[in-house]
């Protein structure tokens, strides 16, 4: 659910995207949504540190969803506007949410466990990316372009409620001191 909510959601904001600027302007979102997501990540990082992303995904997907529909809303008065909002959103949030389920099943599964189901897990994020770009498609082909948005509001709403079932009982620990996004920085 979570990768096919990805997939679909970038189809989404390219194609939003492209119905309102030149294709020649792609490089500059690109490398905008880039810059956008670095003090994500740092932030989310930091949060995710004190209160574990079992707690913090569903939440940060439940807000996508509010602000999907915010757009859908806004998309038909301020179609430019709309379009840069939404592509920045998912541009910069998508891999956030991504990486923050890998986190949750992570801490969910104890190593071994890990081990015999990852597989699965993996086979599963395929399916849902193919099907996250079925469903694009067929969203785009069988109704008004803005649809997208709502059908995506609906799946991260899903998100939400699967990954605070998945999370549930899950207790964050708490990071040392040391354990700063700064610190990951500059491991890396």
Same mark, same amino acid.
């Given at each position: 659910l979570v990768v096919a909510t990805f997939v679909a959601g970038k189809a989404a904001r390219d194609a939003t995207l492209l119905s309102s600027v030149a *294709?020649?302007? %792609? =490089?500059?979102?690109? &490398?905008?949504?880039? *810059?956008?997501?670095?003090p994500l990540v740092l932030v989310t990082a930091r949060v995710t540190g004190r209160i574990g992303p079992a707690r913090l995904? =569903? @939440? %940060?997907?439940?807000?996508? $969803?509010?602000? @999907? *529909?915010? #757009?859908?809303? $806004?998309? $038909?008065?301020? =179609?430019?506007l709309t379009a840069v909002a939404v592509y920045l959103h998912l541009a910069a949030l998508g891999p956030v949410l991504v990486s923050g389920f890998w986190s949750t099943v992570s801490e969910r599964l104890e190593p071994? +466990?890990?081990?015999?189901?990852? !597989? &699965?897990? &993996? %086979? !599963?994020?395929?399916?849902? !990316? /193919?099907?996250g770009g079925? /469903? +694009? #498609?067929?969203? $785009?082909? @069988?109704?008004?372009? &803005?649809? /997208?948005?709502?059908?995506? +509001?609906?799946?991260? %709403?899903?998100?939400a409620v699967a990954l605070y079932v998945l999370g549930r009982g899950i207790r964050p620990v708490r990071l040392d001191a040391d354990a700063t996004p700064w610190a990951a920085i500059r491991v890396v």
């Open positions: *294709v020649t302007s %792609l =490089p500059m979102f690109v &490398g905008l949504s880039a *810059v956008l997501t670095l995904m =569903p @939440l %940060l997907n439940a807000a996508s $969803a509010m602000l @999907l *529909v915010a #757009e859908w809303l $806004a998309i $038909a008065r301020w =179609p430019w071994r +466990a890990a081990k015999r189901r990852i !597989g &699965g897990i &993996g %086979l !599963g994020a395929t399916l849902g !990316g /193919i099907a079925v /469903i +694009a #498609e067929r969203t $785009a082909a @069988l109704s008004s372009p &803005g649809a /997208i948005l709502l059908v995506l +509001a609906g799946f991260q %709403l899903a998100c």
